[in-house]
């Protein structure tokens, strides 16, 4: 198994490399940064792969530099990297920076307070007006909806729904944020899976790095799961980060926790960031084995029910690098049946 500085390396390969007996011959893309009049044509850059990382030379503008595992990558390497377009904060920091220096990291603020906003005009939770006798034909449909998608919602008191017609709220059903218990945003989600043209399909008010059920990171539970959406942290009892990558912050905030986190990506292509900045910040994931058509555990909850998709998700629990995870995800992927 390669280091994951080579590894990435080899990733990231010009299409036209030649293999050869001991690595691979490409254009160098150096030259130029090297002082060369002109870019290599003639595949003048060698790279040498060894048990434990690489050499590289170039015989044209006579840059050179390599890797050996168990050393932190040093500035020409990563220059190297990065001028063949690989994203060099995929590297492990450990590893980036070598140990010494990991306790340096600097550490992002995370917010102490989030503004206190407004629910859309008269939102009331659905249950309660379904239990008034309360009739409105847009509001049917927003409770039928909720039965035949996420029927698990229905019965939540945090579900709303309000009379208002600007931006179709009242075709939606609406999620408070909360945190310490107080109200500091919400989305909303249009009442058809495919809503028509120019209506977006969710509408929200999210303030700056807010996680979606946050309250539940100062619980008493040592373990907490997050996943993209906030339907998905209803479904399973998580926190969502709301989009399908986190930044420094948000996953700050998941380590001040100090609980085992597990992210669960979207089963689909566009999981793939997530799972990376899951290895970036050394938190797990879980790749279920869930059936090829259900991408997320909203679906799973919905079609196979909740025991079924809380015991696809511990037995599926990964830890590693970005680039081990990223392979998992894959695999995980390509795998499903
Ligand atoms: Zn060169």
Not at 25 to 33: D, G, L, V
Not at 219 to 239: L, N, R, S, Y
Not at 261 to 277: C, H, K, Y
Not at 329 to 335: C, L, R, Y
Request: overall charge positive; aromatic content about 10%.
């Amino acid at each position: 198994m390669t280091d994951v500085v080579t590894q990435l390396l080899l990733k990231h390969l010009p299409t036209s490399s030649k293999k050869n007996r001991n690595g691979f011959k490409f254009n160098c893309p150096m030259c130029i940064k090297q002082g060369e009049a002109r870019n290599d044509t003639k595949m003048r850059g060698g790279l040498k792969i060894e048990p434990l990382g690489f050499v590289y030379n170039c015989f044209n503008c006579k840059f050179s530099t390599g890797y050996t595992e168990g050393n932190r990558p040093n500035k020409k390497c990563l220059d190297f990297l990065k001028t063949l377009g690989a994203d060099i904060s995929e590297i492990p920091i450990e590893i980036r920076f070598g140990n010494n220096t990991v306790r340096k990291r600097i550490i992002p603020e995370v917010p102490s307070a989030y503004p206190i906003v407004k629910l859309p005009q008269d939102s009331k939770p659905i249950i309660d007006l379904i239990q008034s006798g309360f009739c409105d034909p847009e509001f049917n449909k927003v409770v039928e909806y909720i039965s035949s998608e996420v029927p698990f919602l229905l019965l939540d008191k945090q579900v709303m729904w309000s009379p208002d017609t600007r931006l179709q709220m009242n075709k939606r059903f609406i999620l408070p944020f909360y945190w310490n218990g107080k109200v500091v945003g919400w989305t909303s989600r249009y009442y058809e899976k495919k809503p028509p043209v120019g209506i977006a399909k969710y509408m929200m008010e999210r303030p700056e790095n807010y996680i979606y059920n946050m309250d539940m990171l100062n619980d008493k539970a040592d373990t907490v799961v997050a996943v993209e959406g906030p339907t998905d942290a209803k479904a399973i009892g998580g926190v969502a980060l709301m989009t399908n990558t986190m930044n420094e912050v948000e996953a700050e905030i998941l380590i001040k926790s100090r609980k085992k986190v597990i992210i669960i990506p979207d089963m689909e292509n566009t999981g793939l960031r997530l799972v990376q900045d899951a290895g970036k910040y050394g938190f797990s994931v879980s790749l279920p084995k869930w059936p090829k058509d259900i991408k997320d555990c909203a679906q799973s909850v919905k079609e196979c029910g909740r025991l079924y998709t809380l015991y696809t998700i511990y037995n599926s629990i990964y830890t590693g690098t970005s680039i081990e995870l990223e392979t998992r995800f894959k695999t995980a992927n390509i795998m499903r049946t």
